[in-house]
């Protein structure tokens, strides 16, 4: 075996065969940059991408030819599934990923790469999410062509990307971005400055909160064209105002794994509460979607799971009664996991000041949850 590596080892240096390892000649990620992103099965796809929610299928057709094309930006409200769909997209694609989250103080040395000093007072270069992600993916394509198994390539997954100032931090890869013939980075922070191709297999999937407009920067024409943008929408409720059966389902499978990942043990009280809620559910969530004449909030399945997660929690922690309790449990669940992520300006142009107490006349249980809207929305939060 060791005659083996040695002699790979060798082809490598004689520039045989691309090396196991690009990041100390990251020249030659060119030697496999060509080849092309293969494609996975459209019905097995489809299913591994609504195992994590309860999404419109066009959407996640959409969501599938984008990626197939080339990089993705996942635009939505919070708690509409965004992180948890681009990370299922990448098993689905049967790559890896690398998952950073954006920032306001992002340059060119975050997201490329700069010099900077070592352990012994010296320099050393220190590459950026992006130049590292495609690193990674050169390193795990030839991996992969080498035993046929494991991930084809590695994907790079910026969370919140319009937290960041687009064009400081990512103006540079413009170009590259774009795709054509043989796109590359220049790593002018390394010796010899090289140049790092893209190879097709990679792709930047990028989320962003069109939401909340606190810390959220605008992103250039420039940017996205270099970008496919897919919505992920909350799902629309029906006729009587109440969030599709369907999704509450999910929301219910969901949040009872993560609690008995959790908890190590099913919350079978809860579950059975829920069960016989689920009417009610399903109509104080659509309430806060659209309350009529008081407007409403685009609240994402992700945020169901959330207060469903914490009330299982509570009432097995607590040893309250789920049933007899319910009202009770569901209003704390709801200030303590929904309310706060409300708490933007946003919602402030959504709703009116009569929200929480058509809120409280239509469902008296939610005094909390109630009381804790309107103190936001008056200023005293």
Known sequence: ??????????????????????????????????????????????????????????????????????????????????????????????VGVSCATANAEWSIYDTIGTQTLNDTGGISPQHGVVSSAVLQCANTIVSYADTGTGPQGHWLLIDEMNRAEIDRAFGPLFTALAGGEDPSIPLHYLKGRPSLSIPSRFR??????????????????????????????????????LIPDGELKVARKRAAEMVKASLGSEPAGALTAIDGQSAHLREVFGFFRDSGEHGGIPIGTASVIDVLSYLMVLATTTGIDA???????????????LVPMLETDSTRNRIDDGFPAALQSKFPDLTLSGNRIAAFLHGMD
């Open 323 to 337: 049933t007899a309790e319910f009202g009770s449990l569901l209003d704390r669940a709801i200030s303590a996991r």
């Open 204 to 241: 930047i999937i990028a989320t962003i909160n069109e939401y909340d407009t606190r810390f959220v920067q605008s992103m250039s024409g420039a940017l996205r064209r270099r970008f496919s943008k897919v919505l992920i929408l909350p799902p629309r409720s029906d006729s009587s105002g």
């Open 1 to 94: 075996m060791t005659d083996v590596v040695k002699t790979l080892s060798t082809l490598a240096e004689a520039r045989a065969v691309p090396p196991s390892d690009f990041v100390d000649a990251p020249e030659r990620v060119s030697e496999v940059a060509h080849l092309p992103l293969v494609l996975p099965e459209p019905k097995s796809t489809k299913q591994v991408l609504a195992e994590t929610g309860f999404y419109n299928p066009a959407t996640l057709d959409e969501l599938i030819a984008s990626a197939a094309m080339g990089h993705v930006i996942l635009a939505g409200p919070p708690g509409s599934g965004k992180t948890s769909l681009a990370k299922a997209l990448a098993k689905a694609f049967n």
